[in-house]
């Protein structure tokens, strides 16, 4: 490509550049606030990521130390980890283009996700005319358990502070102060991940009783500056044994994905349910009743087909089908092209997938597909997520740890109430010995509230009516804003905020939820010094994007050094050259 051409001589003549560029890649953050700034700000920097990886990565590293975004320790971290990755995007793409305007929206928040690339998925089968009609015959339903986002901390220690300048607490850094300003419980705490006696307390408490119990992924801890391949592994194989020997019953797992240290990717399970109330599944090609899980590099790579051949397989065998994943399809965080394509799957095969199951946001939530989202209403609502809450506490904001436990009719496999238990933090005996307890029933919460029938099953039509009760009936909603952080940190939420959520819980497909991407930092006052708390610490906690998107607003404040960050990288960049 001519732009990439024209970059490269950049290695050729860096002496005479290496000013400009350097004034350009410092105004450019300084300038970005809008979209098109955005895309002005990677053109100097392609240019940095044409002389390579190691000058792409020491340079946002630079500006990340100088900046003052995070510890020096987790700039270096955080970008030599991930910087060559997105050093490579750089050099592949069009920094004007389509695929530079998702990158704006990912890193920085200053662009809107473009308008999606028109596919039709190819489906190996029509829909059948007269599908299959699934009848319960009112036999006693069995139970599932769902927990997700456990995110343990192996480096867990008690005594640590609580309150320290990482993206994760309670652990024993080299830079620690001598005395914590706050200690860490035994077993755990706010703004801190998942210690090893919180999981195992966890584990042995999902009840003996369960069928199955099903796992939506993510166990490494936020100290993502730090992880490598071999201590994902060593996270991933010690939390599989704590499963194996804790767990009295099944689990269907999802991998999820991990950090870029990793090759794992999102993978989707797709367990089989036969069609008598039996749970001895028919012999397939996967374990338990299962097809292998399917990783989706992209919607239109051989490896997305293989998500539609489960399915094909159970409407030919008259069973039904879950999903279970990590990352909802419907939040903003999910690339609309992919989540537009994921939700024809969902529309063909919506008489045979009896539910889907997620985890990602922390939250317990839901979220509803509409064969019609110009007319989102009951009767074209076909498919339901449920959305657990974390295990972790961390961030702070997220609440008290907790899981669900489904009961299931054993004849259409469709969810007939929710059951969500949770561990209190501020109880008195928590640092000891965590109680977990029922916290409220779905059934029991929002079923007369909602009209539902006793027999109904708790389906798409039916969260449906709870939107419309939410709509309607403002103190049922903000019990359902309570129920999000499990009663903890409780977030307001006026009109605007309600019509928004609302809108999020209807649409499992992403171009629909309302969301618009912002850039932002927040910031805080502790002992008379501001104190850096990310915009929005995500499911993993800090990465490269919570690091670019503060640095617009600090690299234009008027009392940032802008000389000293011009003559450090005016060095990197001419060693570089």
């Known amino acids: 490509m001519f732009w990439l051409r024209t970059l490269s001589t950049l290695s050729l003549c860096a002496c005479a550049v290496r000013a400009n560029l350097v004034d350009d890649i410092v105004d450019a953050i300084e300038s970005a606030v809008t ?78 996700q473009p308008d ?48 320290c300048t990482k993206p994760i607490c309670c652990r024993d850094y080299a830079d620690s102060p001598a005395t914590p300003t706050v200690p860490a419980g035994l077993i755990g705490a706010h703004n801190c991940d998942t210690s090893t006696k919180l999981i195992q307390s966890m584990l042995k408490t999902l009840p003996t009783t369960n069928k199955f119990n099903i796992f939506t992924g993510d166990v490494v801890e936020a100290s993502v500056w730090l992880v490598n391949q071999s201590s994902v592994t060593y996270d991933l194989k010690t939390f599989n044994n704590e499963m194996a020997t ?90 609309n092209d992919q989540s537009n394509y994921f939700n024809q799957v969902v529309q063909r095969y919506k008489n045979t997938i009896a539910a889907q199951f997620y985890g990602h946001s922390h939250q317990d939530q839901f979220e509803i597909a509409y064969s019609d989202y110009d007319n989102r209403n009951e009767a074209n609502a076909v498919s339901v997520a449920w959305i657990a809450p974390s295990i972790t506490p961390r961030p702070s904001k997220e609440g008290n740890p907790a899981f669900k436990t489904y009961d299931i009719d054993p004849d259409t496999y469709e969810v007939m109430d929710a059951h969500v238990y949770y561990s209190d933090m501020a109880s008195s005996t928590f640092q000891t010995s965590p ?26 039509a039916f969260w449906h009516r709870v939107t419309e009760l939410f709509e309607s009936n403002d103190a049922a909603f903000q019990q359902y804003n309570t129920f999000l952080n499990r ?3 409780i977030p307001s939420c006026d009109a605007d905020c309600k019509e928004q959520t609302i809108c999020g819980l209807r649409a499992m497909r992403a171009e629909n939820n309302c969301q618009t991407a912002s850039p932002g930092l927040n910031f805080h006052k502790r002992d008379g010094k501001e104190a850096r708390h990310h915009r929005e610490l ?35 960049i001419g060693d570089s050259a």
Request: charged letters at 15%; one cysteine or more; proline letters at 10%.
């Open 35 to 112: 979209c098109t700034a955005c895309h002005a700000l990677l053109v100097p920097m392609a240019g940095v990521a044409v002389l390579g990886d190691s000058a792409f990565s020491d340079t946002l590293i630079e500006v990340c130390k100088i900046v003052g975004v995070e510890d020096d320790d987790v700039c270096e971290g955080i970008i030599g980890e991930q910087g060559p990755i997105v050093a490579h995007v750089l050099r592949s793409i069009n920094p004007l283009g389509q695929t530079a305007t998702k990158l704006c929206n990912s890193l920085l928040g200053l662009c809107q």
């Open 116 to 163: 999606v690339n028109d596919y039709t998925v190819p489906f190996p089968k029509a829909a059948p005319t007269n599908p299959k009609v699934w009848v319960s015959k009112g036999r006693a339903p069995f139970q599932v358990s769902h927990f997700s986002d456990v995110h343990i901390d192996r480096s867990y220690t008690p005594g640590a502070d609580v309150d």
């Open 246 to 335: 804790l767990l009295k019953t099944p689990i269907y797992p999802v991998i999820a994905k991990s950090h870029p240290s990793t090759s794992s990717r999102e993978t989707l399970q797709i367990p089989l349910m036969p069609p008598s109330g039996s749970l001895t599944p028919k012999p397939r090609a996967g374990r338990n009743g299962s097809m292998p899980p399917v990783q989706v590099k992209s919607p239109t790579s051989p490896e997305a087909i293989l998500l539609f051949i489960p399915l094909q397989d159970a409407e030919d065998a008259g069973q039904r089908a879950w999903i279970i994943g990590h990352m909802p399809p419907g939040l903003s965080d999910c690339l």
């Open 435 to 460: 109680a977990w307890t029922q916290y409220y029933s779905v059934r029991s919460t929002w079923g007369s509230l909602a009209g539902a029938q006793a027999n109904e099953p708790l389906n798409a």
């Open 487 to 489: 009663g903890y940190n």
């Open 538 to 572: 995500k499911c993993e906690g800090a990465a490269l994007d919570t690091i670019m998107s503060q640095l617009p607003s600090l690299v234009s404040n008027p009392t940032f050094n802008v000389t000293a960050l011009k003559v450090a990288l005016s060095k990197i």
